[in-house]
Protein backbone atom coordinates (compact mmCIF):
# COMPACT_ATOMS: atom_id res chain seq x y z
CA UNK A 1 0.00 0.00 0.00
CA UNK A 2 1.67 3.66 -1.17
CA UNK A 3 1.79 6.43 2.09
CA UNK A 4 2.86 9.26 1.48
CA UNK A 5 4.83 10.73 4.36
CA UNK A 6 6.55 14.33 4.78
CA UNK A 7 10.15 13.74 5.96
CA UNK A 8 12.84 17.01 6.49
CA UNK A 9 10.64 19.13 4.43
CA UNK A 10 10.27 16.65 1.51
CA UNK A 11 7.22 14.30 0.47
CA UNK A 12 8.06 10.99 0.10
CA UNK A 13 5.53 7.92 -1.47
CA UNK A 14 6.23 4.64 -0.46
CA UNK A 15 4.64 1.47 -0.85
CA UNK A 16 5.23 -0.67 2.40
CA UNK A 17 2.62 -2.17 4.49
CA UNK A 18 0.85 -0.08 7.01
CA UNK A 19 2.46 -1.44 9.77
CA UNK A 20 5.75 -1.30 8.40
CA UNK A 21 7.75 0.53 11.22
CA UNK A 22 8.82 4.27 10.37
CA UNK A 23 12.39 3.11 11.23
CA UNK A 24 13.13 1.01 8.53
CA UNK A 25 11.02 3.18 5.77
CA UNK A 26 13.59 5.91 6.60
CA UNK A 27 16.42 3.81 6.57
CA UNK A 28 15.72 1.00 3.86
CA UNK A 29 13.63 2.52 1.52
CA UNK A 30 14.05 5.89 1.36
CA UNK A 31 18.44 5.44 2.40
CA UNK A 32 18.34 7.63 5.24
CA UNK A 33 20.48 5.65 7.97
CA UNK A 34 21.45 8.46 9.76
CA UNK A 35 18.91 7.06 12.19
CA UNK A 36 19.69 4.00 14.19
CA UNK A 37 18.61 0.51 15.29
CA UNK A 38 19.78 -0.47 18.19
CA UNK A 39 17.00 -2.73 20.23
CA UNK A 40 13.64 -2.36 18.27
CA UNK A 41 11.55 -2.47 21.33
CA UNK A 42 11.28 0.94 22.59
CA UNK A 43 14.22 0.89 25.48
CA UNK A 44 17.38 2.22 23.84
CA UNK A 45 16.71 5.09 22.45
CA UNK A 46 18.70 5.23 19.34
CA UNK A 47 16.04 5.18 17.00
CA UNK A 48 14.55 8.55 18.10
CA UNK A 49 13.13 11.15 15.61
CA UNK A 50 11.02 14.02 15.88
CA UNK A 51 7.29 13.51 14.89
CA UNK A 52 5.42 17.19 15.04
CA UNK A 53 8.33 18.23 17.42
CA UNK A 54 8.10 15.41 19.97
CA UNK A 55 10.47 13.03 20.08
CA UNK A 56 9.83 9.52 19.68
CA UNK A 57 11.03 6.37 18.74
CA UNK A 58 10.70 5.00 15.18
CA UNK A 59 11.20 1.72 16.27
CA UNK A 60 7.43 2.03 17.19
CA UNK A 61 6.12 4.22 14.90
CA UNK A 62 4.17 2.15 12.40
CA UNK A 63 4.01 4.46 9.08
CA UNK A 64 0.40 4.07 8.44
CA UNK A 65 0.14 6.53 11.61
CA UNK A 66 2.64 9.33 10.15
CA UNK A 67 0.97 10.33 7.04
CA UNK A 68 -0.40 13.73 8.04
CA UNK A 69 2.64 13.98 10.62
CA UNK A 70 5.81 16.47 10.16
CA UNK A 71 8.87 14.02 10.33
CA UNK A 72 12.32 15.47 11.29
CA UNK A 73 15.46 13.16 11.49
CA UNK A 74 18.90 13.89 12.51
CA UNK A 75 19.93 14.67 8.65
CA UNK A 76 17.63 17.67 9.17
CA UNK A 77 17.43 18.73 12.36
CA UNK A 78 20.65 20.94 12.38
CA UNK A 79 18.74 23.42 10.60
CA UNK A 80 16.48 23.75 13.23
CA UNK A 81 17.16 26.35 16.08
CA UNK A 82 17.63 23.92 18.57
CA UNK A 83 18.91 21.40 17.10
CA UNK A 84 21.69 24.25 15.48
CA UNK A 85 22.33 24.82 19.17
CA UNK A 86 22.64 21.25 20.42
CA UNK A 87 25.49 20.13 17.13
CA UNK A 88 27.36 23.10 18.03
CA UNK A 89 27.37 22.08 21.99
CA UNK A 90 27.82 18.73 20.90
CA UNK A 91 31.48 19.59 19.25
CA UNK A 92 32.68 21.88 21.40
CA UNK A 93 32.56 19.49 24.23
CA UNK A 94 33.38 16.79 22.13
CA UNK A 95 30.51 14.35 23.09
CA UNK A 96 30.78 11.45 20.84
CA UNK A 97 32.32 8.16 21.48
CA UNK A 98 31.24 5.44 19.27
CA UNK A 99 28.60 7.59 18.27
CA UNK A 100 26.04 4.54 17.50
CA UNK A 101 23.75 6.36 20.44
CA UNK A 102 24.61 10.21 19.19
CA UNK A 103 21.42 10.29 16.78
CA UNK A 104 19.34 9.90 19.30
CA UNK A 105 20.69 11.59 21.62
CA UNK A 106 20.72 14.72 19.62
CA UNK A 107 17.44 14.10 18.78
CA UNK A 108 15.96 14.01 21.98
CA UNK A 109 18.37 16.85 23.56
CA UNK A 110 16.72 18.94 20.66
CA UNK A 111 13.69 18.27 21.29
CA UNK A 112 13.72 19.18 24.73
CA UNK A 113 15.57 22.38 24.19
CA UNK A 114 12.97 23.72 21.58
CA UNK A 115 10.15 23.07 24.28
CA UNK A 116 12.08 24.43 27.65
CA UNK A 117 15.03 26.84 26.13
CA UNK A 118 16.24 26.61 29.89
CA UNK A 119 16.42 22.86 31.14
CA UNK A 120 17.03 22.01 34.65
CA UNK A 121 18.55 18.80 35.81
CA UNK A 122 15.84 17.67 36.58
CA UNK A 123 13.80 18.44 32.95
CA UNK A 124 17.36 16.68 31.06
CA UNK A 125 17.29 13.64 33.31
CA UNK A 126 13.59 12.75 32.94
CA UNK A 127 14.20 14.28 28.90
CA UNK A 128 17.19 12.12 27.98
CA UNK A 129 16.37 9.18 30.49
CA UNK A 130 14.85 6.68 27.81
CA UNK A 131 18.16 7.17 25.36
CA UNK A 132 20.90 4.93 26.41
CA UNK A 133 24.42 5.28 25.78
CA UNK A 134 26.83 1.92 26.56
CA UNK A 135 29.92 4.44 26.05
CA UNK A 136 28.71 6.30 28.98
CA UNK A 137 28.76 9.91 27.65
CA UNK A 138 25.77 11.02 30.02
CA UNK A 139 27.90 13.85 32.07
CA UNK A 140 29.10 15.34 28.29
CA UNK A 141 25.70 14.97 27.60
CA UNK A 142 23.80 16.78 30.23
CA UNK A 143 27.17 19.52 30.31
CA UNK A 144 26.40 19.78 26.15
CA UNK A 145 22.66 20.96 26.85
CA UNK A 146 23.24 23.32 29.18
CA UNK A 147 25.71 24.98 26.83
CA UNK A 148 23.53 24.80 24.23
CA UNK A 149 20.55 26.67 26.03
CA UNK A 150 23.37 29.17 26.99
CA UNK A 151 24.69 29.90 23.20
CA UNK A 152 23.12 32.13 20.87
CA UNK A 153 21.13 30.34 17.61
CA UNK A 154 23.31 29.25 15.30
CA UNK A 155 20.58 27.43 13.39
CA UNK A 156 21.81 27.33 9.28
CA UNK A 157 25.21 26.69 9.97
CA UNK A 158 24.81 23.37 9.80
CA UNK A 159 22.72 21.13 8.72
S1 LIG B 1 15.70 0.94 18.32
FE1 LIG B 1 13.98 2.12 18.88
S2 LIG B 1 14.18 2.40 21.04
FE2 LIG B 1 15.80 1.03 20.52
S1 LIG C 1 28.68 7.07 22.19
FE1 LIG C 1 28.86 4.91 22.10
S2 LIG C 1 26.87 4.19 22.64
FE2 LIG C 1 26.81 6.30 23.06
Redesign the pocket.
Known amino acids: MAFVINVNGNSHSVDVDGDTPLLWVLRDVLGMTGTKFGCGKGLCGACTIHIDGAATRSCLTPIGSVEKSTITTIEAVGATPSGGKIQEAWLALEV ?7 SGQIMSASALLANNPHPKDGDIDAAMAGNI ?3 G ?1 YVRIREAIKHAAQSPETAGKRG
Open positions: VQCGYCQCRCT
